[in-house]
């Protein structure tokens, strides 16, 4: 059973430590989320498009720089230069970022409660960090291991 454990977390490493990274970006950036629409909006659960706009803006900037170290160190164990790899991570999360707000202007537009909508957003903007990082972003690491 441990030799099976070990040998699943060494084929599916790099996916588990992305979902367990995801998950604790997830709640740093909610935690910003809710903290900032409880300090500037009284904590509405429908909020009007400018707050909507500025919620996901703060939620996508608390993410995206906790993010970035976590992926960066535990999931993608890169060693790039951050110089080089930061302005690729968060051009890649510009384009979540766009997402993230169409997803939830459309969802709390049509009636759908912030916090339904804001767990929807992230499910896909996870899916779609993960295909950016992979692809765009550390990718380096991996072209240099398999010339090795």
Do not use: C
Not at 1 to 8: D, H, P, S, T, V
Not at 43 to 61: G, Q, R
Not at 89 to 96: A, D, G, K, Q
Not at 98 to 113: C, E, K, P, R
């Amino acid at each position: 059973m441990i030799n099976r454990i070990k040998e699943l977390w060494r084929k599916y490493e790099e996916i588990i430590a992305y979902l367990i990274v995801g998950g604790l970006t997830t709640v740093v950036s909610w935690a910003a989320k809710f903290l900032a629409n409880a300090i500037f909006f009284g904590n509405t659960m429908y909020p009007t498009p400018v707050e909507n706009f500025i919620l996901s803006t703060i939620n996508w900037t608390a993410g995206v720089i906790f993010a970035y170290f976590t992926n960066r160190r535990f999931v993608f164990k890169s060693h790039e230069p951050m110089l080089k790899e930061a302005p690729k991570f968060v051009l890649s999360r510009v384009s979540t970022w766009v997402l993230d707000i169409v997803v939830m202007q459309v969802l709390t537009a049509i009636g759908v409660h912030l916090i339904i909508a804001t767990v929807i957003s992230a499910v896909l903007v996870i899916i779609a960090n993960y295909v950016f990082s992979k692809l765009f972003v550390f990718n380096d690491k991996k072209e240099k291991d398999n010339v090795k």
